[in-house]
């Protein structure tokens, strides 16, 4: 529980931002054609989860919503500077295998059975997919979606899947300015 304490208040206590605020959005906005899908933490305020896979989730606006902002940076890594932490791959051993959750952890984190780094660091490939770094894996948004606590909000799921064959559709990024979206 210490442990669990500590992640979370050193995710809290960070509070530096880019110039401008981005979100990473699926470039097919599916059925949410006013706003599109972000990649989101899951929870808000105080009850932001750690503890649960990141989703896709649709692009909040027309302020900036902070469990959504993200800097993709020179190094590769997906950065969330609200909470400190960068988006990871949940493989084992050095392996990510395709339907692999992403979660946020702690950059270049070294726990019981996962030494972040491999599965931190991302690059755009020529469809426009983040694919992690030496692998074929690029970061996919489920088929289905559904209804967060409140009508006017969906998510998806989000995990890694084979390059060569997601559907692009689920599986096409762009990095955009924050906020904005209409609701």
């Not at 660091?121 to 289905?144: P, S, Y």
Request: net charge negative; charged share 20%.
């Amino acid at each position: 529980m210490k442990k669990i304490l500590s992640f979370c208040l050193l995710f809290a206590s960070t509070q530096s931002f880019a110039e401008t605020p981005q979100y990473l959005q699926l470039i097919d906005k599916l059925d949410r054609p006013n706003d599109g899908y972000c990649i989101d933490v899951v929870g808000s305020g105080e009850h932001v989860r750690f503890d649960m896979p990141l989703t896709a989730h649709n692009c909040k606006g027309p302020q900036v919503y902070h469990d959504e902002v993200i800097e993709f940076r020179e190094d590769g890594t997906l950065y969330f500077p609200t909470y400190g932490g960068c988006v990871t791959v949940m493989g084992n051993n050095g392996t990510a295998l395709s339907g692999n959750a992403l979660m946020l952890k702690v950059c270049d984190a070294r726990e019981p059975f996962l030494i972040a780094k491999p599965f931190q660091h991302f690059e755009f490939n020529d469809q426009q997919q983040v694919q992690l770094k030496n692998t074929n894996l690029c970061m996919v948004a489920g088929d289905d979606s559904h209804t967060t606590f409140s009508p006017d909000h969906k998510w998806r799921s989000l995990y890694m899947e084979y390059c060569d064959v997601a559907d692009t559709s689920l599986s096409r990024w762009h990095v955009i300015e924050a906020g904005g979206m209409r609701p």
